[in-house]
């Protein structure tokens, strides 16, 4: 049973910057260099949308374009985490957000919801 659990969420005013993290629990150890650890977002009123991706064996990642050259998703393998830098931050980046995961069995990582199994809570993101 995978659990994931992210920490982070805070209030900051535009331009600010906040550090998401998201730990991983529950996955076989063998699976650690292939999966697809991504962020999510959903603000109110909104559909959840993909903000970033990573794979965790070849290290790439994607990212929606609105939050590309101020965010950076990244791993620690070692500790089954992920991260998301946000830099600065605008007001259209508040929302709860979300980390998933999925095991890639060959096609790559994208962010489609739909591909997604597992879910954490969420830690929500104000910017004002």
């Known amino acids: 049973h995978v659990q994931l659990v992210e920490s982070g969420g805070a209030s900051v005013q535009t331009g600010g910057s906040l550090r998401l993290s998201c730990v991983a629990s529950g996955y076989v150890q063998s699976t650690r260099s292939r999966r697809c650890m991504a962020w999510f977002r959903q603000a109110a009123g909104m559909e959840r949308e993909g903000v970033a991706v990573?794979?965790?064996?070849?290290?790439?990642?994607e990212y929606i374009d609105s939050v590309k050259g101020r965010f950076t998703i990244s791993q620690d393998n070692a500790k089954d985490s992920v991260y998301l830098q946000m830099n600065g931050l605008k007001p259209e980046d508040a929302g709860l957000y979300y980390c998933?995961?999925?095991?890639?069995?060959?096609?790559?990582?994208?962010?489609?919801?739909?591909?997604?199994?597992?879910w954490g809570q969420g830690t929500q993101v104000t910017v004002s």
């Open positions: 998933a995961s999925h095991l890639d069995h060959g096609a790559g990582c994208r962010l489609l919801r739909s591909r997604y199994a597992n």
């Open positions: 990573i794979h965790t064996g070849a290290d790439t990642t």
